[in-house]
């Protein structure tokens, strides 16, 4: 039986860079999506995200002063709460169940925002 060389290494190439070029797939497809929100001139930037069950939203304060990401609402228990984040941090929320969150900070209720889980 005679067999072409190039045939043979093209196939055991195949075969040896097989698992690697899955691995690279799935973890592209499974790798956590990460939106942020950033805080400046007392406003969220953007002010409205859109984000999957399990994604992360950061928001990141490039203001002076203490803001908070606090979702806005009559529950004594609002769907998340940042806290104080102060100047130069962030804060980072796995978005949860499907909905619609808006939000505010605390300190500066004028300051609003909305988190749009899908």
């Given at each position: 039986?005679?067999?072409?060389?190039?045939?043979?290494?093209?196939l055991v190439l195949l075969f040896v860079l097989s698992?690697?070029?899955?691995?690279a797939r799935k973890s592209q497809s499974t790798a956590p999506n990460v939106v942020?929100?950033?805080?400046?001139?007392y406003k969220?930037?953007?002010e409205t995200v859109t984000v999957h069950?399990?994604?992360t939203v950061e928001w990141k304060n490039v203001d002076k002063v203490l803001h908070t990401a606090t979702?806005?609402?009559?529950?004594?228990k609002p769907a998340f709460d940042s806290g104080p984040i102060s100047p130069d941090a962030a804060w980072r929320y796995?978005?949860?169940?499907?909905?619609?969150?808006?939000?505010?900070?605390?300190?500066?209720?004028?300051?609003?925002?909305?988190?749009?889980?899908?």
């Open positions: 039986m005679h067999r072409n060389p190039r045939l043979t290494s093209a698992p690697f070029t899955a691995c942020t929100v950033t805080i400046r001139d969220f930037e953007p069950e399990g994604d979702a806005d609402g009559q529950a004594q796995v978005a949860g169940a499907k909905g619609t969150y808006n939000y505010i900070c605390t300190f500066h209720t004028y300051m609003k925002g909305q988190l749009i889980v899908q």
